[in-house]
Every structure is written in structure tokens, then in C-alpha cells.
């Protein structure tokens, strides 16, 4: 099963709200949503910081940045990469 990132930080309301939104658009097309914590990794964090909450799919390298609902998750994800 292929993993998707929830990329957020501790204590961001925005993070905490859009998770839902992304764990329907994973579990809708068989992903797996992992919530990672933006402060633990430099690279992301130098990336991202300003954009969080942001769903990252790591194998594409292709990120949609919050707030979205879920009929854009769903368009995000199913794309061509």
C-alpha cells in the first residue's frame, strides 16, 4: 500500500482540521495516510514550512497544499503524475 504524508506541525489548527479530508481521500483510493511532523525533517521543513498543512506524495514528489476539500485530494491523487 502506497503512503501518503500529511505534512504538519504540533499545535496548527489547520493541520488538525484538513486530517480527516485526507484520510477520506487516501482511504478512498487504497493509500495509506501517515502524518508527519514537519520540524523533524530539515529538507521538508525548508520546503514546506510556509505551505503546511500539505498532503505530499512522496514516490511523485508532488504536493497539494492546504486548505482543499476532498473533491481536490481526490483530483490531486488522481492525477498523472
Known amino acids: 500500500m502506497e503512503t501518503l504524508w500529511l505534512l504538519g506541525t504540533a499545535g496548527c489548527h489547520l493541520c488538525e482540521a ?13 493509500f495509506r495516510l501517515e502524518g508527519v511532523e514537519i520540524m523533524d525533517h530539515e529538507a521538508l521543513l525548508e520546503r514546506f514550512e510556509t505551505q503546511i498543512p500539505v498532503l505530499y ?24 503524475a
Open 18 to 30: 484538513l486530517h480527516p479530508t485526507a484520510e477520506a481521500a487516501a482511504r478512498a483510493l487504497g
Open 57 to 80: 506524495w512522496p514516490r511523485t514528489d508532488r504536493s497539494l497544499p492546504g486548505p482543499f476539500t476532498l473533491p481536490q485530494a481526490l483530483a490531486f491523487l488522481q492525477a498523472p
